[in-house]
C-alpha cells in the first residue's frame, strides 16, 4: 500500500522559515518525480515545485522561486520542501504528491499518489 506523509508545518511569522518533509512507503521512492502543492483556502490547489525522478531536474512557481529549496533524500525515502521568507500568502495546506509518468509538470491531475496534507500558517 502507497502511503505519502507530510510533516512540519505549522505557524510561523512574516519572514520565518519551515522545512516540509514528505516521507514514502510502500514504492520505489526514486522512481518518482514528487511535487509539492498548496491549497489556500477559498481557492484552487496550485503546484509549487517538483523534482524530478533522477533530481536532475528541479521546478519551482513563480511566486516561490528563490524563497524554497526541494530535496530529496533516497535513503530515507523522504522529499524535504525548505521553505524561507516566508509571506501570509504562503499560507494554505501543503500536499506532497508522486507521479510515475514520463514527462515534468505540476498537472496535479497526472500525479498517481497524494498525502492527506499539512497546514502552513503564516502571520503578518
Known amino acids: 500500500q502507497v502511503r505519502l506523509v507530510e510533516s512540519g508545518g505549522g505557524l510561523v511569522e512574516s519572514g520565518g522559515s519551515l522545512r516540509l518533509s514528505c516521507a514514502a512507503s510502500?514504492?520505489?521512492?526514486?522512481?518518482?518525480?514528487i511535487g509539492w502543492f498548496r491549497q489556500a483556502p477559498g481557492k484552487e490547489r496550485e503546484g509549487v515545485s517538483y523534482i524530478s525522478k533522477n533530481n536532475r531536474y528541479i521546478y519551482y512557481a513563480g511566486s516561490v522561486k528563490g524563497r524554497f529549496t526541494v530535496s530529496r533524500d533516497s535513503v530515507k525515502n523522504t522529499v524535504y520542501l525548505q521553505m524561507n521568507s516566508l509571506k501570509p500568502e504562503d499560507t494554505g495546506v501543503y500536499y506532497c504528491?508522486?507521479?510515475?509518468?514520463?514527462?515534468?509538470?505540476?498537472?496535479?491531475?497526472?500525479?498517481?499518489?497524494w498525502g492527506q496534507g499539512t497546514q502552513v500558517t503564516v502571520s503578518s
Open positions: 510502500g514504492l520505489t521512492w526514486d522512481y518518482y518525480t
Open positions: 504528491a508522486a507521479r510515475a509518468g514520463t514527462g515534468l509538470t505540476l498537472n496535479d491531475r497526472t500525479y498517481d499518489y
